[in-house]
């Protein structure tokens, strides 16, 4: 079992900044894709950034420029970094660990923080 624990998010005004992470705990050694997931009122979860053990990241084309994900392997550890932030950007922001290269059903999420761009 894989705890994740979120922290970060809040209310900034558009062109702002804001910082995410996520930290992994439980009986894993080390978890092979770590990301951010949003969810936004009324839309389907979508992918943000994702990055692996083998430094392989991800990113979705509306936050290219803007976010970078980072990872501290050895601690468990995924952050993400928001410049830029634009209305659009507002919703809930889920970490997600896949533990497991070739084990796609296997996930774990956190609770979700909640990100709001507004002025």
């Known amino acids: 079992q894989v705890q994740l624990v979120e922290s970060g998010g809040g209310l900034v005004q558009p062109g702002g900044s804001l910082r995410l992470s996520c930290a992994a705990s439980?009986?894993?050694?080390?978890?092979?894709?770590m990301g951010w997931y949003r969810q936004a009122p009324g839309k389907q979860r979508e992918l943000v950034a994702t990055t692996t053990t083998t430094t392989h990241t991800d990113y979705a084309d509306s936050v290219k420029g803007r976010f970078t994900i980072s990872r501290d392997n050895a601690k468990n550890t995924v952050s993400l970094q928001m410049n830029s932030l634009k209305p659009e950007d507002t919703g809930v922001y889920y970490c997600?660990?896949?533990?497991?290269?070739?084990?796609?059903?296997?996930?774990?999420w956190g609770q979700g923080t909640q990100v709001t761009v507004s002025s």
């Open positions: 439980g009986n894993i050694a080390g978890i092979y894709s």
């Open positions: 997600r660990a896949r533990p497991y290269r070739l084990d796609l059903s296997t996930l774990y």
